[in-house]
């Protein structure tokens, strides 16, 4: 799917900080992270619609969002804890009115050291 | 969690067979949405379907919907060993179009 692109792909940390990045393509509205983790389902860690975050899990204050345009979508990281080793997927869809579909990006593999 | 199983289920079965996943939800909701994982990938939508429908097909796909028991399936037909993948169920609680995933199923289909 290239119509959502994330960056970079795979990262290897120790207790660094670090910036994921995400664009879609697809002229929605509402961008999502979602956290991965072995042989679990995705989890919600962060919603934005039209640029607002209106959704907000519960996710460690070491991870911060950003929405800098309804397009773009960032995740920065700091002091990562080896619980943080996951994929980290960005998604879009056209709003978050009605339930519709959820469109994935190839996500970024975090490695914590 | 708002669904009945807690741990990946894990299916083996050879190219050809056809294949039933199910999923058993505790919130009252009225639109599931079926997703595939495969690999490596993020995970992509095969179906939606809400509780009008009570059934839709899409080419080897069927999904159900049954609201009265809370459960949903997605019936897969003459199985091809590219169908191998995760397979996540899903549902929005919250009213803001967020997806909560159900434990998945793995499947795998030997050629």
């Known amino acids: 799917n290239t119509k959502i692109t994330q960056s970079p792909r795979y990262l290897i940390l120790g207790r660094a900080n670090k910036s994921l990045e995400c664009e879609q393509h697809?002229?929605?509205?509402?961008m999502y992270w979602y956290k991965q983790s072995a042989e679990k389902p995705p989890e919600l860690m962060f919603l934005?619609?039209?640029?607002?975050?209106?959704r907000n899990e519960t996710v460690p204050s070491r991870f911060i969002p950003e929405c800098p345009d309804s397009s773009k979508l960032l995740l920065h990281i700091s002091a990562v804890d080896p619980e943080d080793s996951a994929v980290y997927f960005c998604?879009?869809?056209?709003?978050?009115?009605?339930?519709?579909?959820?469109?994935f990006g190839e996500g970024s593999k975090l490695t914590v050291l | 969690s708002q669904w009945g199983e807690e741990n990946l289920q894990a299916l083996s079965i050879q190219e050809g067979e056809d294949v039933t996943m199910n999923c058993s939800y505790k919130?009252?909701?009225?639109?599931v949405q079926w997703y595939r994982q495969k690999s490596g990938k993020g995970p992509a939508q095969l179906i939606l379907?809400?509780?009008?429908?009570r059934e839709k097909r899409s080419g080897r796909l069927r999904a159900t919907l049954d609201t009265s028991s809370q459960s949903s399936s997605l019936s897969i037909t003459g199985t091809l060993a590219t169908d191998t993948a995760v397979y996540f169920c899903?549902?929005?609680?919250?009213?803001?179009?967020?997806?909560?995933f159900g434990s998945g199923t793995k499947l795998t289909v030997e050629p």
């Open positions: 998604a879009s869809s056209h709003g978050t009115v009605n339930t519709g579909q959820l469109y």
């Open positions: 919130t009252y909701t009225t639109v």
């Open positions: 379907i809400r509780s009008n429908e």
């Open positions: 934005y619609n039209l640029k607002q975050l209106i």
């Open positions: 697809l002229g929605h509205n509402a």
């Open positions: 899903a549902t929005d609680v919250s009213n803001y179009n967020v997806l909560y």
